[in-house]
């Protein structure tokens, strides 16, 4: 199986669709740039803004942005002057419910579900429930066809490709783990969760 194969602008219709089905916004773009407009004209300056951690996003350099323009409430900012000894719980909280969470998916199925493998699960609050803002940047080459697929994307591609990168960025030698795996069917909340699919390979 190839899992850096873009999807078909017919297959990418067909997933926005569902997606739209299932309460989730959708849209498509052609480049990473398109991209990074599109998903900054969802967000006021001055917002609190949470990028997760995400190749997609650092690679499109929307975490610099976020982080270092100055035109946003960075989380990732305020996280950083805190200490996890004495300000754990606090950190917990203010991580898991920004007024907007950016970041990326593992897997979109062709029936409109989304699949997100973490190994701490410290994105998954916000995209799960605490934010009431979520916006996701998709390379379309991460579309697959039912959720059998999307779980063997993650296993089989995602992960050893995860743990290769955290060998090089934390000398984690024992490999990385899904050692939680969030799937979202449906959202209940109209507006609340946003896909955008950029018709290029991003991230794994």
Known sequence: ????????????????????????????????????????????????VMNMSSVTIDSLGIAKEINESGKYDSVKNKLSKMDRATQGLEMQKTGAAPEYAVGSVHAVTEDGHLFIGSNSGSQL???????????????????????TNAKKRIYEYVLPLESERANKAYNITTGSNVSKLLTINRENISGRLTVIFVNEVLGF
């Open 1 to 48: 199986m190839d899992w850096t194969k873009l999807a078909s602008k017919e297959i990418i219709e067909k997933t926005i669709q569902a997606l739209k089905e299932n309460g989730i916004d959708a849209k498509f773009v052609e480049t990473s740039e398109d991209a990074k407009k599109e998903l900054f004209s969802l967000i006021p300056e001055g917002s609190e």
């Open 125 to 147: 609050p916000a995209y799960a429930y605490g934010s009431p803002h979520v916006i996701w940047v998709v390379g379309a080459q991460k579309i697959v066809k039912d959720d």
